[in-house]
Every structure is written in structure tokens, then in C-alpha cells.
């Protein structure tokens, strides 16, 4: 798949599990994952562990790339919505473009060196490295002190809104695309249901 993203619908979970096979081989997020991960949109005081939904909660969810605490991150993200509400709160896609940097974005994205946080001893890196974007500001930390130019950047970038419905599935080459979620109603508290698949 060489375009950012997909469509389609699958009504089974056995069946989005051989559909994103087809992309490659599965990787979990965490140690205790399990191959299909729950994404469910709740308010920060119904979460103890700590994770984007117990910072946010029904708010915003910040631009990020899947699973950027890890070395090597998913190339493709397949995500399906399962929920019991009809039109919820659409996932936003961010498409980038490294033609659209000038040349001091595009020398900050390839050498500003970044400390990524992971649940080992955390890494150095940059936002753009071997054609592989990578960028979550709640794991990655710019080793010098420095403008972060990332909001600018990303602002420049197209966008793309997924539109969910009852087993929708969007397959995402996390690589090019970063994504996030807009502020939730409180009636999709527990509501908003999507299933994760991590592909390498």
C-alpha cells in the first residue's frame, strides 16, 4: 500500500484479523496486549493507568504517530469501529508532506535530535528519519533546548476526516500519516468504540 490510507468494512473480528495479516505480520503496543486492542473514549476519572485517555480524556487528543515509544513503529495501523452510537467524532488524518517544508523545517525534522521515553531505557532520534515520520510530544522530548517547530510544520500539512460507522475499517501507513482525535461529546462517554491492529 503506497497511498496514506484505506477504506472498507469488515463485520467480523476473525475477519480483521486475517485482513490486516494480509499487510504483515502483527505487533502489540505493549508486552500485555492482546493482537486487537479496544480503544474506548472515556472520561479521565474512569482510568487509572496512564495513557492518553487519563491526560485528555474527553478532550482533544494530541497529533501523534502509533506507538512512537517504540524503536521500529508499526508501519500500518488498522483501525474499526465497533461503537453503539451512529456518527461519532470523527479521526482526524494528517498527511506529511516534506515537500511542503522549507529547507530549516526540513533540516529540523531530519537532525533535531529527540529523546523518545519507552518502557525501556528510551532512545534518541528525529521526527523524520529513513522516510519514517515519527512524532507524539507525550513521549518525545527535544534534547536541546530549541523552538519546537512541529506545530507550524504540521499545520502546513492536508488533513483528512474518517467519518465512522458500525464496522468501518481504515487501514493507516502510520510511516506518512499522523493522526488524532477532536473533542468528544460527553454522550459518547463509553460509547465511541474502535479496534486497534499494529502491523510491521
Known amino acids: 500500500m503506497n497511498i496514506d490510507f484505506t477504506e472498507t468494512i469488515i463485520e467480523s473480528?476473525?475477519?480483521f484479523i486475517n485482513l490486516a495479516l494480509t499487510y504483515g505480520n502483527s505487533v502489540k503496543s505493549r508486552k500485555d496486549s492482546e493482537m486487537i486492542?479496544?480503544?474506548i473514549a472515556l472520561s479521565s476519572d474512569q482510568v487509572e493507568k496512564d495513557s492518553l485517555t487519563k491526560r485528555y480524556g474527553l478532550n482533544q487528543f494530541p497529533i501523534h504517530t502509533d506507538c512512537a515509544y517504540l524503536k521500529s513503529p508499526p508501519k500500518y495501523i488498522l483501525l474499526r469501529y465497533i461503537g453503539s452510537i451512529d456518527n461519532p467524532t470523527p479521526t482526524?488524518?494528517?498527511?506529511?508532506?516534506?515537500?511542503?517544508?522549507s529547507e530549516e523545517e526540513l533540516d529540523f525534522v531530519c537532525r533535531t535530535i529527540w529523546f523518545v521515553k519507552s518502557k525501556d531505557k528510551g532512545f534518541y532520534t528525529t521526527v523524520y528519519k529513513d522516510d519514517i515520520l515519527r512524532y507524539d510530544k507525550e513521549v518525545m522530548k527535544m534534547v536541546n533546548p530549541a523552538e519546537n517547530k512541529m506545530d507550524s510544520i504540521l499545520a502546513k500539512m492536508k488533513?483528512?476526516?474518517?467519518e465512522w460507522k458500525k464496522n468501518k475499517v481504515v487501514i493507516i501507513n502510520n510511516?506518512?500519516?499522523?493522526?488524532?482525535?477532536?473533542?468528544i461529546s460527553n454522550s459518547e462517554n463509553n460509547k465511541r468504540i474502535l479496534q486497534r491492529i499494529n502491523i510491521q
Do not use: A, C, G, M
Open 13 to 15: 473480528d476473525l475477519d
Open 37 to 39: 486492542e479496544t480503544l
Open 92 to 101: 482526524i488524518l494528517v498527511h506529511f508532506d516534506k515537500s511542503k517544508l
Open 159 to 162: 488533513t483528512t476526516e474518517i
Open 175 to 183: 510511516h506518512s500519516t499522523l493522526h488524532f482525535r477532536p473533542q
